[in-house]
């Protein structure tokens, strides 16, 4: 009878153990914040169809129609947005329709069509077209133009050739910025990685190879 109640007790103590000792149930997922729901609802504005209605308006004898077109294709970054940009780019009969559409195209940072007509752009017989694309290769950033920038040094027109000197300035000031940052990035990845072999009884890690663009913080940065 002893053993029996000892048995018992055991059997009673287990339970209890295991019932501390299992994995608790995860709770719930909290339901997801009233907006969410409501926006994975929301639609585009434009449908396919309305898209192609609107860039026929990009044809239309007001230059005004055909501006806001274009700049609401651009915004809805349409499919239509880019082949439309770049012919009104080149053959629109409004100058400076022309020169607005180069303030949509430097919101396609890194496209390499949208780079290749912005600079052919620097050879147009429009001067106030060619100001145009240089401020927009200064905006996107556009490092792989520097050449052809350099080469409206010689402009017939003195503002241009004066806004081609001032963008490569300035495109020099945000590279060396960026490799700047890049370096001093790369210096603090290796300051926590010797801290952490210090920390791990191997002071004399050696850290990796110093980055030639960091040994060398004015390098050409073309």
Known sequence: MKYFFLFILFIVAGYFAFQELKPKPLPPPLPPPPILSKISTMRPLLSPDDEQKIAKSTDDTNKKVRWQALKLLANEKSYLAL????????????????????????????????????????????????????????????????????????????????????????????????????????RRAVEARQAQAAQDGNPLAAPPPTPEECAKPQFNPW
Not at 122 to 141: F, H
């Open 83 to 186: 082949p439309l940009l770049f012919e009104h780019l080149e053959h629109d009969p409004s100058i400076s329709l022309r020169i607005r559409i180069f303030g949509l195209l430097s919101q396609y940072k890194g496209n390499d069509a949208v780079l290749a007509h912005v600079v052919a752009a620097l050879t147009d017989y429009n001067p106030d077209i060619r100001l145009a694309a240089l401020k927009a290769l200064d905006e996107m950033r556009a490092y792989s133009a520097a050449t052809a920038i350099t080469a409206l040094a010689k402009d017939p027109e003195g503002p241009v050739r004066q806004q081609a000197l001032n963008v490569l300035n300035d495109l020099r000031k945000k590279r060396q910025k960026e490799i700047d940052d890049a370096c001093a990035e790369w």
